[in-house]
């Protein structure tokens, strides 16, 4: 996709695309799969004399345009957490530089339109960028959309056509798996067992994602004192989005969180998970514990220990997602669920519960044994 600027006119009175910077799109962060067969045919696609508009589809400012009249900025805080912030500005920015501008601060999203979202995603899908991904850029397109209307730059009418632009089906196969307790239990003890000062404390987070069903973003939020209730034993755990909510641990997992503090890392005021520096014995207590590529090193290096996972991959969320499984198989209702997970919606909870698909395969399988 090209940016286009009033200049670019060729000799025949037309607009010519400008090459965009040599960072532009999205490429810069994941690389996406590429596709294998073009939605329109590559004859089609760059026949000669085809051209795409006629006037600039998004114009770009020479400086950056002032945040409280740039929409896209607006939508930016109006993100709930840092996190969602961060992740629309990277998708904001990415747009911008498909159309040519340095970022999103210097498109005039005024512009918007809905062929122009249509697009956008058109060329996502092209580049190989799953339904989910091009559903996160749609999302942003929608949000700042909302903020032009309600800043009176946008007319009601083509917001509801940018609004009623459907997200695209994710039909393939949901990612993560759910793993049984004994491999949960396998997981606990490799991490336990390492030999090193960061033993327990390693133990104890993964205990606390497969026991709790909490995120490892929410495991780095905990604080000390002020997150858990010694009177009733309640967890408070800050959420995305803001969103919190309390859970109790089971008996076992509050006694291995009361000897880690009484043992190791004591009552001090700070993060729960905090970095053991120098191979000391224990942690450095501060209000920043430990990073989202510490909790994933942690559960690696448990996985690389566990022979019953050799050669098998696990991710933080496969926990949550064993801890969803494990409940609903005794007994616990999707609504349940959802509240425990901090889900706002069920149909999110309900693609955590592994499918029982695998069952009625096999299922099949042994009542079409004696058939054929």
């Not at 039909?171 to 991490?191: E, F, M, N, V, Y």
């Amino acid at each position: 996709m090209s940016g286009f600027h009033e200049d670019d006119r060729d000799s025949d009175g037309r607009l010519a695309p400008s090459a965009p910077p040599a960072s532009a799109g999205p490429a810069g962060g994941r690389k996406p799969t590429q596709r294998h067969r073009p939605h329109l045919p590559a004859a089609h696609q760059h026949r000669p004399g085809a051209v795409d508009a006629s006037r600039p589809v998004m114009r770009i400012a020479p400086t950056p345009i002032p945040r409280l009249e740039n929409p896209a900025h607006v939508h930016l805080q109006t993100q709930n957490s840092p996190s969602g912030a961060r992740s629309k500005l990277y998708l904001l920015n990415n747009m911008a530089r498909l159309f040519g501008a340095e970022d999103y601060e210097h498109l005039v999203w005024h512009d918007l339109r809905a062929p122009v979202v249509h697009f956008i995603l058109a060329h996502l899908r092209e580049a190989g960028y799953k339904a989910s991904t091009r559903n996160a850029y749609l999302a942003a397109l929608k949000g700042t959309a909302k903020e032009s209307w309600a800043m009176e730059v946008m007319s009601p009418d083509t917001f509801e056509r940018i609004r009623a632009i459907r997200p695209a089906s994710n039909p393939g196969k949901p990612k993560g798996r759910a793993h049984d307790i004994a491999t949960l239990r396998g997981l606990i003890q490799a991490s336990a067992s390492d030999g090193t000062p960061t033993a327990r404390r390693n133990a104890l987070i993964i205990t606390f994602m497969a026991s709790l069903g909490i995120r490892r973003e929410e495991v780095t939020r905990i604080r000390v004192p002020r997150d858990i209730d010694f009177r009733t034993r309640e967890i408070h755990i800050h959420g995305k989005g803001n969103k919190e909510r309390l859970v109790v641990p089971p008996e076992p997992v509050w006694r291995a969180l009361l000897d880690y503090l009484e043992t190791e890392r004591g009552y001090a005021n700070g993060a729960l998970f905090c970095p053991y520096w120098n191979n000391r014995a224990t942690p450095v207590i501060g209000e920043n514990g430990l990073t989202l590529g510490v909790i994933n090193y942690v559960l690696g290096k448990a996985r690389r220990r566990c022979a019953e996972l050799l050669g098998e991959a696990v991710t933080p969320h496969d926990l949550r997602r064993s801890f969803a499984t494990f409940m609903h198989e005794q007994g616990m209702s999707i609504r349940e669920l959802q509240v425990l997970l901090g889900h706002a919606n069920s149909a999110t909870t309900e693609a955590y519960v592994r499918d029982e698909k695998d069952a009625y395969r096999h299922k099949a399988a042994d009542l079409a044994r004696g058939l054929f």
